[in-house]
């Protein structure tokens, strides 16, 4: 079965539930991957219902559902407002984003996203790109690289790795995960070697596709997108992405500003249908290790 071996869909159920689905009704999932979810919420519209599913990557077109009631766009979930004008759509019923990195990218060696393999630095999510992990690696200043490290890995001690990187490539260009790790690996304790070359290498992830601009700029446009009623269902996997999800649905934009009208209402679209998160059961963690981290979080738009 093509679709277990590209990415098995967290929280399955969970998230159609969340959406609430109109069988006649209009969605999107931003985040196509293998196509779990998207089958799953295919399988409940009827002949007037539509979902327009996205993906960046080349791969995931090729497990591309073949049904009158589906669209793949093949692009970014940034540009969802741009795609929704071309296809005349005003309002969605609802939309889901799973923000975790498919298994098939962290499998495939060639693509660079795991430290477990040899290959080269790349991590692009769409090979039509030009940055790479290499090219920023390379290129960046030691204080651009320190604040990468720091802010999208949570690192520490960023600043002595950024050093170390930046006196490495004065001898060498960094080109594969080998040179890379014969780097960086000396600086992490064996203790938590692997827990911290898991940050290094999100990071890195999260700068080269641009992950935290596209997430706000898809999420400001699902708030506007999405009709009276409709749902907004995302499932995270670290606390950048969580922080920016609970303040849009709390505040009514990513940044948490609270924004008050003229007798002191805080002027937000959406309202939480699930107080506290959702995370997957014991049996779901034991059965999909990647579910561990994912949590979800459903709003109504008012």
């Not at 001898?171 to 780097?183: C, H, K, L, S």
């Not at 596209?214 to 400001?220: P, S, V």
Request: glycine content about 6%.
């Amino acid at each position: 079965m093509e679709e277990a071996v590209y990415h098995v869909p967290v929280l399955l159920n969970e998230c159609v539930d969340g959406l609430c689905i109109d069988p006649d009704g209009v969605y999107a999932d931003v985040t196509f991957g293998g196509g779990g979810h998207s089958k799953a919420i295919v399988s409940k519209l009827g002949e007037k219902g539509h979902l327009y599913s996205f993906d960046q990557d080349a791969d995931a077109e090729r497990n591309a559902l073949d049904d009158e009631r589906f669209t793949f766009v093949r692009s970014n979930f940034r540009y969802l407002k741009n795609w929704m004008r071309y296809y005349g759509v005003e309002q969605l019923d609802g939309l889901l984003a799973d923000l975790g990195v498919s298994s098939h990218h962290f499998d495939d060696s060639a693509r660079g996203f795991s430290f477990r393999f040899e290959g080269k630095l790349d991590m692009r999510m769409n090979q039509r790109a030009q940055l790479t992990a290499a090219d920023v690696l390379n290129n960046y200043s030691d204080d651009r690289l320190a604040d990468i490290f720091y802010l999208y890995g949570e690192i520490r001690n960023a600043r002595k790795l950024a050093s170390l990187i930046v006196k490495a490539r004065a001898q060498a260009r960094i080109e594969t995960i080998e040179d890379f790790m014969t780097v960086i690996k000396p600086l992490f304790g064996r203790e938590r070697e692997k827990k911290e070359l898991a940050k290094v290498f999100q990071a890195l992830r999260i700068e080269v596709n641009q992950e935290m601009e596209a997430l706000k700029e898809m999420l400001t446009a699902a708030a506007e997108l999405i009709r009276p009623g409709g749902r907004l269902v995302v499932l995270t996997y670290h606390s950048l992405e969580d922080r920016m999800v609970k303040n849009l649905i709390k505040t009514g934009n990513v940044e948490g500003k609270m924004e008050q009208d003229f007798f002191g209402n805080i002027n937000c679209p959406l309202r939480a249908v699930n107080n506290k998160v959702i995370v997957a059961s014991e049996e779901e963690q034991s059965r999909n290790p990647r579910s561990r981290s994912a949590k979800l979080r459903v709003a109504e738009k008012k």
